[in-house]
């Protein structure tokens, strides 16, 4: 085995100086760092559980809309408050529509995770005297601790910080028992009842993990953009993305939905500036993945690697 | 109550198109094709294009057929040149496959047809009124919900009544042992994807006249089919029939009653559904 810190280190760096390149790579890269946890989020359900969610959008847009909505309504601008009432939101969010989702398996689950969200979408789209509707919500001067963040790359370390305390947890979580108890399951759920494992109880606590930090990166995008709407932090093709992502990056690979994560927003990014038609590049993209590179880029690297 | 109810049946027989076109492809196929509402809203830009040539009520009334014809072969080449590629992978390529090509699809409808909504209601007064119980409304939303009931006897015969029928129920029961009867199973998963598409594209062909299309009803159009599937049970054309009656009515009260949570109702009865029976209304298969 080859040690690998060195690579980790090196990338920690290089995000910690990425505000020097200015402001739109600073933002950029924040909303890379968002999207990376939320794939990896996505990857605790797909990769090591085995439940391919085609709804986490709806954490998603729980933590957004907390953050949101509690702005909007109660004039609360402290992110220490803010943050912590997302948590709690997604994990309840969480755990119920994880009780009517984990009874099913396979595509059964996707579709139901896919309606789902959709329920929270059409909600926050038709309660226009709440949710703003279509307009959304606006989300501006926020404080930590007493203290003002106004500039996108004051905002771009608070997200960095959260990128790396998320990668470190979820990375014990999904060293722990609990985690090795799912890839079990995962591999053979016959074998893993056999062994006396509650299948449901493993696989509501992978669905409230993978909800919970989709929340938090929710709420955070929320903050870091500062204006939030049904389509951009609800809608199935948000929740498409997370799958794409994790797919284009490999789901087989811990770091994968991370190296997806940031393929992906600097390709939309660079794509949508050049050309017109980005919707048929990245549709083009996943058709291709499928075709070609179906265990994503660490999947190959991790292959090359290896050397067979 | 006569207005809602014939909305209400107008919606129920669109859904039955679509629904009925998910569930057949996943009986075959195993693929839950996520494109489904790429299909419809490329039957309503195809009938948009042919009702162009002419303003003959004729071509009007068959541009339906037309449009679900070309759309079943687009679904067919897509099936044969692509998604068949990708079987045996497992169910997460397939969907994914199925996924990118709602981009793709948006892309195109937006080159050949522009970004504004479009809609022809000419059909509607070409074919004037009809009085229901002291309710005057357009014939067509009449011609609409019968013809949609016409095909789903025209559909039942299809599959019940016939060889190919027999043929494609074998498929849907056990792959291996039909292939081992002699049966060429790639020839009966296009034939599907023909049949599921053209039901798409035959169902946007006829909304045309009465809601016409936009970018993003492809994606509503697949949400709503996928709820109505579930409702009904995976892969059940019956169950497909009494979910988008169910849903279609409870939609068209709904939007008169409570307008602002109409959606939000179809989902609870969704919910509602799966807590008491998870495999849905008329699904039998455990899983």
Known sequence: ?????????????????????????????????????????????????????????????????????????FDITAIEILFPASIAASFVVAVLVGFICVRHTRIYFTMLTIALASLFYALAHKLRPITGGDDGIRVYETYIFGHEITSIIEFYYVVLIFFIASILILRIILKSPFGLTLQAIRDSELRAR??????????????????????????????????????????????????????????????????????????????????????????????????????????????????? | MIPQIINGLIFASILFLVATGLTIIFGILRVVNFSHGSFYLLGVYIAYSITRLSHDPVLYLASPFIAGTIVGGVGMAFERGLLSRVYGRGELFELLMTYGMIFVFIDVFRIGWG????????????????????????????????????????????????????????????????????????????LTFFLGCFLAGFGGGLMLPITGAWIGLDIDMLIIGLVVVVVGGLGSIKGALAASLLIGLVRSFGISMFPAVELAIVYVIMIAVLIVKPSGLFGGVEH
């Open chain 1, 194 to 308: 056999f062994a006396g494992i509650s299948i449901m109880k493993y696989r509501l606590g992978a669905f409230i993990v993978s909800g919970v930090f989709t929340g938090m990166s929710g709420a955070l995008y929320a903050l870091f953009l500062g204006q939030i709407s049904p389509d951009d932090v609800l809608g199935l093709t948000r929740s498409g993305e997370f799958v794409a992502m994790t797919i284009l990056g490999g789901f087989t690979s811990f770091v994968g939905p991370i190296v997806g994560a940031f393929v992906f927003t600097y390709l939309k990014a660079f794509v949508s500036s050049v050309a017109l038609y980005w919707y048929m590049v990245a549709g083009i993209i996943i058709v291709g993945i499928v075709l070609f590179v179906p265990m994503g880029i660490m999947g190959e690297v991790e292959r090359r690697i290896r050397g067979f």
């Open chain 2, 115 to 190: 970004t504004m909504p479009i809609s022809d209601p000419t059909i509607t007064f070409m074919l004037g009124t009809v009085s229901i119980a002291g309710y005057t409304m357009p014939l067509y939303n009449i011609y609409l919900i019968s013809i949609a009931a016409v095909l789903a006897v025209v559909l039942w015969f299809l599959l019940f009544k016939t060889n190919v029928g027999m043929v494609i129920r074998a498929t849907s029961f056990d792959r291996e042992v039909t292939s081992s009867f002699g049966v060429n199973v790639n020839r009966v998963y296009a």
């Open chain 1, 1 to 73: 085995m080859r040690d690998y810190r060195i690579v980790y280190l090196a990338a920690a760096v290089l995000l910690f100086l990425v505000p020097i390149t200015g402001e739109y790579a600073t933002y950029l890269t924040g909303l890379a760092l968002l999207f990376g946890v939320a794939a990896l989020a996505l990857n605790v359900l797909l990769g090591y559980t085995g439940l391919l969610s085609f709804g986490n959008a709806l954490f998603f847009g729980c933590g957004a809309y907390t953050v949101g909505l509690l702005i909007k309504h």
